[in-house]
Antibody, heavy 119, light 107 residues
Framework: EVQLVESGGALVQPGGSLRLSCAASGFTFSTYWMHWVRQVPGKGLVWVSR????????NYAESVKGRFTSSRDNTKNTLYLQMNSLRAEDTAVYYC????????????WGRGTLVTVSS | DIQMTQSPSSLSASVGDRVTITCRTSQTISSNLNWYQQRPGKAPKLLIYAASNLQSGVPSRFSGSGSGTDFSLTITGLQPEDFATYYCQQSYSTPRTFGQGTKVEIK
């Protein structure tokens, strides 16, 4: 089955760190750009980061630049998001999404994992 | 960054109605505009890509149009399962910005 499954969400204190994972299956993971998108409960979708198929290019939203790092292990078909110096405003459901190469739309999404930053 | 302005932010409609949601971008993006549906507690789902292309498996009552800076999503013959929140997104440049969403509610 073609799917993405996120994990790693948790309750963490402000200033803490967390690493999210996104396990891909059913498709050739190593050929796709991948993205992270987050959503504060009850609010809209916000793009967070992207990573090239080979991992050599990454881009980030200004709100997370310098604190979050996206990486991937194509041998394990897994995408990661390392989140450091977490703030209350990082509280959200984090989705990973696959980008279709031509028109660059997100055609496959995971179910999301909840990150809560609170003392 | 490209700003996305969706309207309305919410609407009430009845089963069978025709509904149109609009999305305006702060700069021209050709046809690099996608529409997603999100039901409560679920992940977003791609409906329309490249402004007017129906994603495989999506019912034909959904359609998209537009280019440049003005786009629209139309649902012709609203069904009970269509009550959800809809988002536009530009794929012209990074960051890949989303509209603020349009919640379609039952009248």
């Amino acid at each position: 089955e073609v799917q993405l499954v996120e994990s790693g969400g948790a309750l963490v204190q402000p200033g803490g760190s967390l690493r999210l994972s996104c396990a891909a299956s059913g498709f050739t993971f190593s050929t796709y750009w991948m993205h992270w998108v987050r959503q504060v409960p009850g609010k809209g979708l916000v793009w967070v980061s992207r990573i090239k198929s080979d991992g050599n290019i990454t881009n980030y939203a200004e709100s997370v630049k310098g604190r979050f790092t996206s990486s991937r292990d194509n041998t394990k078909n897994t995408l990661y998001l390392q989140m450091n110096s977490l703030r209350a405003e990082d509280t959200a459901v984090y989705y990973c999404a696959r980008e279709e190469g031509g028109d660059r739309y997100f055609d496959l999404w995971g179910r999301g994992t909840l990150v809560t930053v609170s003392s | 960054d490209i700003q996305m302005t969706q309207s309305p932010s919410s609407l009430s409609a009845s089963v069978g109605d025709r509904v149109t949601i609009t999305c305006r971008t702060s700069q021209t993006i050709s046809s690099n505009l996608n529409w997603y549906q999100q039901r409560p507690g679920k992940a977003p789902k791609l409906l329309i890509y490249a402004a007017s292309n129906l994603q495989s498996g999506v019912p034909s009552r959904f359609s998209g149009s537009g280019s440049g800076t003005d786009f629209s999503l139309t649902i012709t013959g609203l069904q009970p399962e269509d009550f959800a929140t809809y988002y536009c997104q530009q794929s012209y440049s990074t960051p890949r910005t989303f509209g603020q969403g349009t919640k379609v509610e039952i009248k």
